[in-house]
Nanobody, 122 residues
Framework: QVEVVESGGSLVQPGGSLRLSCVAS????????MAWYRQAPGNQRELVAS???????NYRESVKGRFTISRDNAKNAVYLQMNSLKPEDTAIYFC????????????????WGKGTVVIISS
């Protein structure tokens, strides 16, 4: 079993900053890609940022220059530093981890957390 837990969501004013954290635990033998998604009310879930095992990084256009994704492989963790926050950043932020479990060659799969709420409002 793999558990993915996000934290760090909060209510902040426009222009403020937040740092989201995500930690994966359980019977993990290896992690490849890690990513942050978000889902605003009435909208579909969208990719915010991703980071590969070789630290190749991608951002959605609307967060470039404001958000920074990073990972700590020793902790099975991924972070999202969010600066210059805007009301349109309001959403539930989800972490996704592509991890291998099991003996031998194991099995790769995507694991999701339950999300952390970010509200940007004055």
């Amino acid at each position: 079993q793999v558990e993915v837990v996000e934290s760090g969501g909060s209510l902040v004013q426009p222009g403020g900053s937040l740092r989201l954290s995500c930690v994966a635990s359980g019977s993990i033998t290896s992690i490849n890609g890690m990513a942050w998604y978000r889902q605003a009310p009435g909208n579909q879930r969208e990719l915010v940022a991703s980071i590969s095992s070789s630290e190749r990084i991608n951002y959605r256009e609307s967060v470039k220059g404001r958000f920074t994704i990073s990972r700590d492989n020793a902790k099975n963790a991924v972070y999202l530093q969010m600066n210059s926050l805007k009301p349109e950043d309001t959403a539930i932020y989800f972490c996704k981890v592509h991890a291998r479990t099991g003996p031998g060659w194991g099995k790769w799969d995507d694991y999701w957390g339950k999300g952390t709420v970010v509200i940007i409002s004055s």
